[in-house]
């Protein structure tokens, strides 16, 4: 079973802030998310929210990857895959601030590059609300674009050198972020066109300004338009009061005429006319529209840093209701100037101011750390009058810190209970050292005036005289707080701790923290008064339970019942009647009241949440290069059958032999007995060589004229089978058909042998 506040998102959320910001908060942090499964995802949220370098997010590479494993900040050995990109995009979403400074050497700079082309999505911590960014050159500016994305809020932006694409990198944060806070710290002056970049960026909340040009009338115009300004910061050190002045002057106070108002008339007939200016202006009176003229109207915190004087005039034309003013002078001001600071600070923001802070600036300390360094003696210390500040009723937190005003007296804090009757925290410059011969001059008995006059007090930090000067203190019970539960002596003087035990006792009976300076190397340190106050601290909670004891005995006693007696006493009672008439008229009083109902303009910006992405659909073309020509073959084919040439003997081979003459020859019936009667032999050669003659004659008037058709078809068949190409000469070829030997009816034997004619046969 856990316990009920972890069941609380939100009381677990605040118990964890808490713990992370104690000493050693993020330790303890870190081993509380390791502690179970439970705990493990706010208080990684907690624990990683909040950043001071990039070097935690490199470190969540994987060890293959980095140059040297235990010094992640030297950058990467080689390009992280897709793999690598896990944990550093899973703890990323939690990241809410981040930081980065270029001059520190934790961080290498080659790691931008590989972030900028290896990351597998537009923005790596997609969740981050503030970035500070502290560069000195053009590329750690560029470096910033990085981290730019659409749920950033707040920019811190400071740069030590003149860059001249300052104005390049500003375009490029407006059209990608939509900032509430914006933060520029430079010791060049701003952009020509600062105001112009910025102009689009009316969402602005809170704006710091602190560079040269810084107070001219564009920019005191443009912070002047912006509608939702709440916080404001400027550096007036080293200007002159008309520089001052010269950042109201284009400025148009809400509420002044504009050219509809006026009237248009030449004053020629004004006589016979009713100006109804005046009835305009009442009637929106009535109904609460009517705007009053003023400037930063809706502005609620200012810190202003410079001369107590130039402060003093920047605030002469404000005329918002400030709630929160915090002043960086230089330590010591000017007695008058600072009589004038002070009661235009009551006359202006007396009913509205909650706090007020007063610092000193960067040369005032540097200059009080040389002197309290150097063998020149002691620091001077001055008077810093609080009579002048005659009524704050508002103020609940009143903080001045400055290293050579430090001096106080017991009636300033009779001031401070008389104009600030509702403070809970007051803090009179804690960390002051005065020397051993001029001691501090505040005493536990102007502090039992502050706790009679302020039943708020919570904190109270000074430096004090711990002694009793009179024995009035304990004898009234008025300035006995219950309130004040923490107090802050620094450097304090302590000489008897048991008498200091029993006023504190008596003044703050409830105290649970009592703080002083016990470093023995710290400036300023001095062991008697060391030891003192750790005996008041031992000695005090036995001392305030002893306290509480008697007072509740105390009334206890003082609500006793008195005591009672029974009496009987005779309440018979003669009446009197007598009767009386009374006309009671009601007495009527007639009243118009005009009710008009309180406008309020909001304006609610829903922008639903976008997801930019980038989709190429151009199609894949693919250029290929087909021959589609037909493929032709030129071929002629001959279809002239085959020639065989053989030669046949003729000549019959007889014999002469005494036969009958009636007895046939002896030879096979050959082809040609079809077309020719039976021969018969003679005894006689020249009857045989006549019949061979015969024989031949008949087979060559019989098969050649078969074959002149065809030779003549096989020509005709070859030239339709052979088309001519394009661009050929149809005349190219030349088909000749050999004049058939039919034709020469001349012809010997002997040419008609020569033909290459096969033999067809029937």
């Known amino acids: 079973m856990f316990p009920t506040i972890l069941r609380d998102p939100d009381a677990a959320k605040k118990l964890f802030e808490t713990i992370i910001d104690s000493p050693n908060g993020r330790r303890s942090m870190s081993r509380l998310a390791r502690t179970c499964r439970a705990m493990c995802e706010p208080a990684l949220n907690v624990l990683w929210r909040e950043l001071d370098s990039l070097l935690p997010i490199i470190s969540l590479f994987p060890n293959t990857l980095m140059k040297r494993a235990r010094r992640p900040g030297l ?69 910033c674009t990085i981290f730019l994305n659409p749920e950033l809020q707040s920019l811190v932006l400071e740069v030590s050198t003149r860059i001249p694409q300052l104005a390049t990198f500003l375009a490029e944060v407006c059209s990608t972020t939509q900032l509430s806070s914006f933060s520029f710290t430079s010791p060049t002056s701003l952009p020509d066109t600062f105001t112009d970049i910025l102009r689009s960026h009316n969402t602005l909340e ?43 002057d284009d ?46 109207t809706d502005l609620r915190q200012l810190s202003l840093t410079g001369e107590v004087a130039n402060i003093a005039v920047f605030l002469k034309h404000l005329t918002s209701n400030l709630t929160h003013l915090e002043l960086v002078i230089e330590d ?21 101011l909650l706090s007020l802070r007063i610092n000193a600036t960067g040369s005032s300390r540097f200059n009080e750390l040389v002197r309290s360094t150097s063998r020149g003696g002691d620091p001077p210390s001055r ?68 706790t009679q006059g302020c039943k708020r007090l919570q904190t109270l930090a000074l430096v004090l005289d711990a002694h009793t000067e009179s024995e009035e203190t304990f004898n009234s019970l008025d300035v006995s707080s219950r309130s004040l539960l923490r107090l802050h002596v620094g450097h304090s003087v302590v000489n008897d701790p048991l008498q200091t035990t029993i006023l504190l006792s008596h003044l703050a009976p409830y105290l649970e923290t009592i703080k002083w300076f016990h470093e023995k190397n710290r400036p300023g340190y001095v062991e008697a ?52 008439s009374l006309q009671a008229k009601p007495r009527l009083v007639q009243r118009h009241v005009q009710v008009s109902p309180k406008l309020v303009d909001r304006s ?118 052979a088309q001519p190409k394009e661009g050929d000469d149809s005349s190219s070829e030349k088909h000749e058909l050999r004049p058939s030997p039919a034709h020469s009816v001349s012809s010997s034997t002997s040419e008609l042998l020569d033909h290459d004619i096969p033999p067809v046969c029937l």
């Open 75 to 143: 950058g990467l050995a080689k390009a992280p895959n897709a793999e690598d990109w896990s944990r550093v995009l899973a703890y990323g979403e939690r990241v809410r601030r981040i930081a980065y400074i270029e001059s520190s050497p934790s961080v290498s700079p080659s790691i931008f590059a590989i972030i900028a082309e290896n990351r597998p999505v537009q923005y790596i911590l997609p969740h981050l609300q503030q970035l500070i960014w502290r560069v000195d050159t053009a590329a750690g500016l560029q470096r």
């Open 206 to 248: 809170k704006l710091v300004l602190v560079a040269p040009g810084a107070l001219s009338s564009s920019v005191g115009q443009w912070a002047a338009s912006l509608p939702m300004l709440r916080v404001l910061e400027l550096d007036l050190t080293g200007r002159s009061v008309i520089a001052v002045e010269g950042f109201f």
């Open 251 to 296: 400025i148009v106070a809400s509420g002044a005429s504009t050219p509809s108002d006026a009237s248009s008339d030449s004053g020629v007939f004004s006589a016979d006319e009713i100006d109804f200016t005046e009835i305009r202006k009442s009637s929106l009176r009535l109904t609460g529209d009517l705007r009053s003229g003023g400037v930063f």
């Open 332 to 352: 010591p001001p000017d007695m008058a100037d600072w009589q004038d600071l002070s009661g235009l600070i009551c006359e202006r923001f007396s009913k509205s």
């Open 383 to 450: 008077h810093l009058p609080l009579q002048h500040f005659t009524s704050l009723p508002s103020l609940l937190r009143l903080e001045i810190d400055l290293p050579e005003s430090v001096l106080f007296h017991n009636s300033d804090l009779q001031a401070v209970a008389q104009a600030c009757p509702n403070i809970e925290t007051l803090r009179l410059c804690p960390m002051a050292r005065f020397p051993a011969s001029s001691g501090p001059s505040l005493t536990l008995e102007g502090v039992a005036v502050l």
């Open 529 to 580: 008064n060391a030891s003192g106050w750790q005996k008041v601290s031992d000695w005090l909670p036995h001392m305030q339970g002893m306290r509480l004891m008697e007072r509740a005995r105390a009334v206890h006693l003082s609500t006793q019942k008195p005591e009672t007696r029974e009496q009987s006493i005779d309440a018979t009672v003669t009446r009197i009647t007598a009767d009386k």
């Open 604 to 721: 609610t910006e829903a922008k639903p949440e976008l997801v930019s992405m980038s989709i190429d659909a151009t199609p894949s073309i693919m250029d290929t290069g087909v021959d589609a020509t037909p493929a032709v073959l030129h071929q002629s084919v001959s279809v002239r059958p085959n020639m065989v040439s053989t030669e046949v003997d003729a000549s019959v081979h007889t014999e002469t032999k005494a036969i009958s003459a009636i007895q046939a020859l002896p030879f096979e019936e050959s082809s040609s007995a079809k077309y020719a009667d039976p021969v018969y032999a003679f005894p006689s050669v020249i009857p045989a060589v006549l019949a061979g003659l015969l024989t031949f004659a008949c087979r060559i008037l019989t098969s050649y004229p078969l074959t002149i058709p065809m030779h003549m078809l096989d020509k005709s068949l070859s030239i339709l089978h």
